[in-house]
Nanobody, 121 residues
Framework: QVQLVESGGGLVQAGGSLRLACAAS????????IGWYRQAPGKQRELVAG???????TYADSVRGRFTISRDNAKNTVHLQMNSLKPEDTAGYYC???????????????WGQGTQVTVSS
């Protein structure tokens, strides 16, 4: 089994910064893509940022220029540096990875348990 464990959430004032981390561990696997989603109360879960195996990144329009995703393939980790945070960034942030486990034919979606980010005005 593969597990994703997030850390780094918390409470910050508007304009501040937070850095989220996600580490994948468990069975032998390869990560095709990894990233972060978020979900605010009453809203749908949305992609915040993602990075593929070749390093290509994608960002939601609402965070582009403020958030930076980085991936360490050797450590199977991904970080999300969040700067200039706004109250509308308040949400549960979930690590997501598209992982191919050894012995499996196809990659599978994996999710972390989530970490709360709260931005006060």
């Amino acid at each position: 089994q593969v597990q994703l464990v997030e850390s780094g959430g918390g409470l910050v004032q508007a304009g501040g910064s937070l850095r989220l981390a996600c580490a994948a561990s468990g069975s032998t696997f390869s990560i095709n893509a990894i990233g972060w989603y978020r979900q605010a109360p009453g809203k749908q879960r949305e992609l915040v940022a993602g990075v593929t195996g070749d390093g290509s990144t994608t960002y939601a329009d609402s965070v582009r220029g403020r958030f930076t995703i980085s991936r360490d393939n050797a450590k199977n980790t991904v970080h999300l540096q969040m700067n200039s945070l706004k109250p509308e960034d308040t949400a549960g942030y979930y690590c997501w990875a598209y992982i191919l486990k050894d012995g499996d034919r196809r990659p599978t979606d994996y999710w972390g348990q989530g970490t709360q980010v709260t931005v006060s005005s």
